[in-house]
């Protein structure tokens, strides 16, 4: 018997290790992650991150699409008010993941209808009354921008610095 509390089904399986792996990637770092620690804290079996999400780059790419949808929902049911940036919220995950995806060289695969800086962007044109190019570049370079800022000023893994270089002009 299941104690009580873990989940339970496909359903419940699957977006458990989703939130769990977000969290984990979001607060440690994609690559410092493993699926032992995904299991673990979702509460379920190993074996089970293969039978309902697939192989580890399947899980990447499906979290990173589980929190793109989550940011995108967020847009669409709080617009023009801030979302928050702390690894607890799903816009803090989401730009937390993309950049950790960003550094290891991955793509930054979600679905192509989920698109979290074109739903920023529908939010500027509506509330603003922008251009649909000027919106969309406030939201990819004002909003990332600023996203990007605010995750530099938080620690986190990071890889260590380039060794210094002798530079002596000749």
Do not use: C
Request: glycine share 10%; net charge positive; proline share 7%.
């Amino acid at each position: 018997m299941r104690p009580d509390g873990l989940p339970a089904g496909p359903d419940e399986v699957r977006t458990a290790l989703l939130e769990a792996a977000a969290t984990l990637f979001a607060t440690r770092g994609v690559d410092a992650v493993s699926l032992r620690d995904v299991a673990g804290a979702a509460g379920v079996n190993l074996t089970l991150i293969r039978r309902y999400v697939g192989t580890r780059e399947q899980l990447v790419t499906a979290v990173f699409a589980h929190v793109s949808d989550q940011v995108v929902r967020a847009v669409e049911e709080h617009p023009l008010e801030g979302q928050g940036f702390t690894p607890d919220t799903p816009m803090g995950k989401w730009v937390r993941i993309a950049a950790g995806l960003a550094i290891s060289g991955r793509r930054l695969d979600s679905r192509g209808d989920v698109n979290p800086v074109l739903a920023m962007a529908e939010t500027l044109l509506a509330g603003y009354g922008l251009t649909p190019e000027a919106a969309r570049v406030r939201a990819a370079r004002g909003d990332l921008v600023h996203s990007a800022r605010r995750l530099g000023a938080t620690p986190w893994p990071s890889p260590a610095d380039p060794a210094a270089r002798d530079v002596r002009r000749r």
